[in-house]
């Protein structure tokens, strides 16, 4: 049975206590922890760069899942793995050179993420299948956290699990936004295996129930 991971996003953290939140997260079961750069362009919010991401890599060895909402991404693909990214994933709505964009993060050491905003189809990835290790649907517009759940990524992801499938390909599809114990099982149920929650973690009091809620709410999902 597949297992589903949990990655909460620090963009609902505490930022003026950044280590602190990022261990909670640790000691509370996190799977790997979602890192959201935003530039203020791409998307209409600013987030952390680089040098954010490289101090946070001292505090811990959990999997960093960095997540580029930025124009021109390849940029600034280096600076993300010497920061100490293990995951890279940059948004098919940014980057024209895409195929090139997701070697450059493997050469890096880390896995190559392509994400989609809620208005691209799945379509648009069936020639970026064989270049990536894992997939990004957004089922929220990129820039905020505590959006609600947009209803129509469930057929997209379905839709992206069985091109996987008719590839005889494995590659995880996560699933960003508006993810809370209610949405979870039917995205699970669609395709999804890691799911990134930053509002149903961080605004939860006691952070390892939270964590605890979307793996039961899932579990279930899982053996439908
Ligand atoms: C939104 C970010 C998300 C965000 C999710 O642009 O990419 O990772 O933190 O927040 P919630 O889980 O609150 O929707
Ligand atoms: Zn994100």
Do not use: W
């Not at 949990?6 to 939140?21: M, Q, T, V, Y």
């Not at 997701?102 to 299948?129: E, H």
């Amino acid at each position: 049975m597949k297992r589903v991971q949990i990655a909460p996003s620090i963009l609902s953290a505490d930022f003026s206590r950044l280590g602190e939140e990022l261990k909670s997260v640790v000691d509370a079961g996190a799977d790997l922890v979602h890192l959201d750069v935003m530039d203020g362009h791409f998307v209409p919010n600013i987030t952390i760069g680089p040098a954010v991401i490289k101090a946070l890599r001292k505090t811990s060895d959990i999997t960093f899942d960095c997540h580029l909402m930025i124009s021109e991404p390849q940029r600034y693909i280096d600076a993300f793995i010497d920061a100490g990214a293990n995951m890279i994933s940059v948004h098919i709505e940014t980057e024209p050179h895409l195929q090139r964009a997701l070697s450059q993060i493997r050469a890096g050491g880390a896995k190559a993420g392509v994400a989609v905003n809620p208005a691209t189809s799945a379509d648009a990835l069936t020639d970026l299948y064989e270049f990536c290790d894992f997939i990004l649907v957004m089922s929220v517009n990129p820039g905020f956290g505590g959006q609600k759940f947009i209803e129509p990524a469930l057929k997209k992801i379905s839709r992206i699990a069985a091109a996987i499938r008719e590839r005889n390909l494995v590659i995880p599809i996560e699933v960003d936004g508006g993810i809370d114990p209610v949405t979870a099982p039917a995205v699970v149920r669609a395709g999804a295996e890691i799911l990134v929650a930053g509002s149903a973690v961080f605004n939860h009091k006691d952070r390892a129930e939270a964590i605890r809620n979307l793996r039961n709410a899932t579990s279930s999902a899982l053996l439908v």
